[in-house]
């Protein structure tokens, strides 16, 4: 009987220090990140400028193109009927360059918005081992459904990001 207790209790006895042992485990908000992080904001500041000067021009582009329609709505039944054609062709094909100039555009912004922020996803990667590293976690997780206050480190590596 002693024997079969001995057998029973032995591997318990064996995986006490693992239970003595906390796990530390991190949560992080990399939305977060990519929001408040002054990385991220000096990333959005420089795409912003970078592609100023190319939604102002879609934006004049625009404004002619409905000033064009608004002339053909209120002129369009007293120009001569070559004139009234020549305008409805230049509208339609002044349309049809801003589409193309808007489908640039977005495509052009999203291939710069997503090297942006991989830098700065990579930025934060770095930081994340770091912390985990020097505060000796042992699980730190992105982006899950739920994670309790107490386990979010977002600040804490954003904090680290921004020096």
């Not at 002693?2 to 693992?18: A, I, S």
Request: aromatic share 6%; glycine share 2%; with cysteine.
């Amino acid at each position: 009987m002693k024997r079969l207790c001995l057998l029973l209790l032995f591997p318990l006895l064996l995986t006490g220090p693992v239970w003595a042992n906390e796990t530390r485990i991190g949560f992080v908000n990399t939305d977060r990140i990519f929001r408040e992080s002054q990385l991220a904001i000096r990333a959005q500041k420089k795409l912003e400028r970078e592609f100023s000067n190319r939604e102002q021009e879609i934006q004049k582009q625009i404004k002619q193109a409905r000033d064009l329609q608004a002339f053909l709505e209120k002129e369009g039944l007293t120009l001569a009927e070559a004139e009234r054609t020549r305008r409805e062709r230049e509208l339609a094909n002044l349309n049809r360059d801003i589409q193309r100039a808007q489908r640039e555009f977005r495509e052009d912004l999203n291939q710069r918005k997503n090297e942006e922020f991989a830098a700065v996803h990579e930025r934060a990667r770095k930081a994340i081992i770091e912390l985990a590293e020097r505060e000796k976690f042992d699980l730190i997780l992105e982006n899950v459904v739920y994670a309790s206050p107490r386990v979010d480190i977002t600040d804490r590596v954003i904090r680290l990001l921004d020096r």
